[in-house]
């Protein structure tokens, strides 16, 4: 194995090795909410036509495992080797910014699909749905995985103690997933809300990825890739900055 | 033993100018403040220059605080220098980083260690950073050398103190690099791995490795380096083979037990006081009789009286100035 890949390789093994806290604990979490929110209001939230609340629910908790744990995963093992001190094993190696952007955002995108693929292979069973355009389904789980991955590249550079990291997480993360369409299709909202929403990117990542599911969504799935792209790129050419100069981790 | 060559050195080679191991050229490093928070920038280091030549084993020394992790951090490219620049065989730290890199092997000061991996894993990953193929027999070789085969298996969590060295010392020599760097690899190192290690890293030196070692047991230093740096406050303030400096220092040295008296004060400042052992620096038997004779004026209880010749230890005192700096 090359540099880049070996660290690839040990980032995917350090959230496998303890995949019941980074992967069975998020799928159940996705689980309860299906369960919660499903059964509070399967009957009383209609988003789509020939879509039940339950089923527009999945992909929405699918996706937003995805981003969680991506960001979760190259942030929480940032910030741990920081303060273990094991950080400087790989800080005298020869790898490039390039080698680190790659393999921590790659092992995010791992991560990503694994609690993804879990969530939606648990939740399935509590719908009917349909996958009109996989393509974009796929597309859209990697591209959102990656920018969460180096989002959390940029949050683990960043914070120097596991509370910055929590607020990182809590005051950013959070509310833009949780506000993003999720649990409801933006059209549902005062049209104040309605464009704000507009501006989060996580919301079009949430409805490209559904629109793989149902075919329809609440903006065009090209208009969503566009966004998704320029927000990753935006995103990378940060962390790989952070990276090149290195940022808090080469004083 | 294989020794990597690198671009930057293959052209050196090629030159056929001889080329140090490690060369400092006027590096400083001046902090933005101090990190006690005050306003004051702190010069860490102030225009050092030196250069360790291949094969040579050097010693840095200085008391806490000197700069020799900072300029050691910075040779490693785990800090910037403000000013100046560091080579490793020719590369440049930060412009040729990959090359000088492949270059070093350095064991880091504190005990760290990623927990999520066991012994032999941790060396198969370091291995592969630097994208070692094929690395298992080395990988073996070295588990042996540092006494750590039993060990292999084992998480890194359930080591001592003591086993969690010797990985730092193989996963730093994991790439085969031909320039070793130890920062106080002995700290908190019980004597039977102190043995072990310094068999080991002189067994490398031998074999053609450039050994760069900070430390505080100056009897280790002088034992085992052939050269020797002292750095203070930031700046140079020895740098001579080994033998020379014992020669220039003081040549004897006057060393007593002391009863439960106190040694008077005027005696006590030019004395190295350790518990009841007190030792003069003397050059000549007239001082060594000077000394003896005040102590019987004072009227004081000695015994275990011995003159011997000056080690590093004393060396580094005189260098640092003794009244301050009795902690090497």
């Known amino acids: ?251 | 033993m294989f020794l990597a060559q690198g671009h930057c050195a293959a052209l050196a080679l090629k030159s056929r100018v001889p080329m140090p191991a490690i060369s400092f050229q006027s590096v400083s490093k001046t902090y933005p403040s101090a990190r006690g928070g005050g306003a004051q920038p702190l010069k860490a280091l102030d225009d050092v220059s030196f250069d360790i030549e291949e094969g040579e084993f050097f010693g840095l020394l200085g008391p806490n605080g000197a700069g020799k992790t900072t300029l050691i951090s910075i040779l490693a490219g785990l800090s910037r220098a403000s000013s100046g620049r560091v080579l490793v065989r020719g590369c440049d730290v930060q412009a040729d980083y990959a090359q000088a890199r492949r270059q070093l092997g350095v064991v880091p000061q504190e005990l760290v260690f990623d927990p999520f991996f066991n012994v032999r894993e941790a060396l198969r990953i370091q291995s592969g950073y630097f994208g070692v193929k094929n690395n298992q027999a080395w990988i073996d070789e070295l588990l042996e050398s540092l006494g750590l085969a039993d060990k292999a298996d084992a998480n890194m969590r359930q080591l001592s103190g003591g086993m969690k060295r010797r990985v730092l010392v193989a996963q730093a020599l994991v790439h085969k690099p031909p320039v070793i760097v130890l920062d106080e690899p002995t700290a908190g190192v019980d004597v039977e791995l102190r043995q072990t290690l310094w068999q080991f890293v002189a067994q490398l030196n031998r074999e053609g490795h450039t050994v760069l070692l900070t430390t505080h047991y100056l009897e280790e230093a002088e034992a085992l380096c052939g050269r020797i740096a002292m750095l203070k406050k930031g700046r140079m303030v020895a740098l001579a083979a080994t033998s020379d400096l014992l020669k220039a220092a003081s040549s004897n040295v006057l060393r007593f037990k002391l009863g439960n008296d106190q040694l008077p004060p005027h005696l006590q400042a030019r004395a190295r006081v350790t518990g009841r052992i007190v030792q003069f620096p003397a050059h000549d038997a007239a001082e060594i009789e000077h000394y003896l004779a005040e102590v019987r004026q004072a009227g004081l209880k000695v015994e275990d009286v011995e003159i011997r010749k000056a080690d590093l230890e004393d060396v580094f005192l005189d260098v640092m100035g003794a009244e301050s700096e009795v902690q090497a």
Do not use: C
């Open chain 1, 1 to 251: 194995m090359t540099g880049w890949q070996t660290l690839l390789y040990k980032e995917v093994l350090r959230f496998w090795k303890v995949s019941f806290q980074t992967v069975a604990a998020p799928v159940l979490t996705a689980v309860l909410y299906l369960m919660i929110f499903g059964h509070v209001l399967e009957d009383h939230v209609k988003v789509y036509d020939q879509v039940s609340y339950t089923a527009f629910l999945v992909p929405g908790l699918v996706m937003m495992s995805v981003l969680q744990n991506a960001f979760a995963n190259s942030s929480s093992s940032l910030i741990q080797s920081k303060i273990m001190g094991n950080l400087v094993f790989l800080l005298l190696t020869p790898l490039s910014h390039w080698s680190w952007f790659v393999a921590y955002v790659g092992s995010s995108i791992a991560r990503g699909l694994a609690v993804g693929t879990g969530v939606f292979v648990v939740t399935a069973w509590f719908a009917h749905l349909s996958f009109v355009a996989p393509l974009w389904i796929l597309v859209f789980a990697i591209l959102g995985a990656a920018m969460l991955g180096a989002l959390g590249l940029i949050a683990g550079l960043w914070a120097e103690k596991f509370d910055q990291l929590a607020a990182f997480q809590n005051f950013i993360i959070m509310p833009m997933t949780f506000l993003s369409g999720v649990f409801y299709s933006i059209h549902s909202l005062p049209a104040f809300w309605q464009q704000l929403s507009h501006f989060n990117p996580f919301f079009y990542m949430i409805d490209g990825f559904r629109y793989g599911f149902f075919g329809q969504s609440d903006v065009s799935p090209w208009m969503s890739l566009a966004v998704v792209a320029t927000a990753l790129l935006t995103v990378s050419a940060v962390a790989l900055h952070m990276l090149r100069t290195g940022y808090k981790i080469r004083n």
